[in-house]
């Protein structure tokens, strides 16, 4: 036994170039496998149909109501152009975020309308000053100051969007309730106001 013992350490410590190239190999391929789970994961779960899964009887049907949905041109943002950034550290991060919304969800407390309802004001803060840390970058990576022709905009839409970029302003300073309906604002100090929101959708 105790040769066996020092037979397998001998061979441990300096085992054969058959026996690393075996191991590199299986390494490779057992890496290369996680990772493509990992991302077919990572697509599975990043779906209008995934989020549909929870979101059908609130927030689903009226973003289906919005130009993010349906319009004139067939260029479509989905659930995960918006609450999902696209560079890998920030998609992992909001990812793990995630799990903790779709825990609150089996665990009841935003199962049904009703509930979401009642949250909605805290989910949608969450998720505003979220885009707001990030300087709106779901947003930009369609909509982007630089790219933008204010002589085809309205004059109220290329008259606010050259003021915020005077002001260092973002997206979603004046941009919220664009897919989904806002909550209940009433004492809220935000500066913000579905009219606003109504005259910027149509920008």
């Known amino acids: 036994m105790f040769k066996l ?4 350490w001998r061979w441990f410590r300096t085992p054969s170039k ?3 190239g075996t191991l590199i190999l299986v390494s490779a391929i057992g890496g290369i496998l996680f990772w493509g789970g ?3 994961g990572l697509e599975a779960t990043s779906t209008e149909e995934f989020c549909s899964s929870c979101h ?3 927030v689903v049907p009226e973003y289906r109501q919005t130009v993010h949905y349906s319009n004139r041109s067939g260029v479509k943002a989905a659930c995960s152009d918006c609450h999902l950034p696209h560079e890998f550290v920030p998609k992992w991060t909001r990812k793990i975020q995630a799990a903790n919304e779709v ?3 089996v665990t009841g407390k935003v199962d049904t309308k009703e509930k ?3 949250h909605r004001l805290e989910m949608a803060q969450r998720e505003w000053a979220r885009m707001k840390a990030n300087d709106s970058q779901e947003c930009r990576n369609c909509h982007n100051f630089d790219d933008m022709d204010f002589t085809q905009q309205k004059r109220v839409a290329a008259d606010m969007h050259t ?5 260092g302003k973002t997206c979603i300073d004046c941009h919220k309730g664009i897919a989904h309906h806002l909550p209940d604002m009433k004492g809220v100090a935000s500066g913000f106001s579905r009219e606003q929101d109504a005259k910027g959708e149509n920008k």
């Open 103 to 105: 825990y609150a969800y």
């Open 5 to 8: 013992i020092k037979s397998f």
């Open 163 to 167: 003021l915020a970029q005077q002001e």
């Open 38 to 40: 990992v991302n077919q």
């Open 116 to 118: 979401f309802e009642a």
């Open 18 to 20: 058959i026996a690393v």
């Open 56 to 58: 059908m009887n609130d």
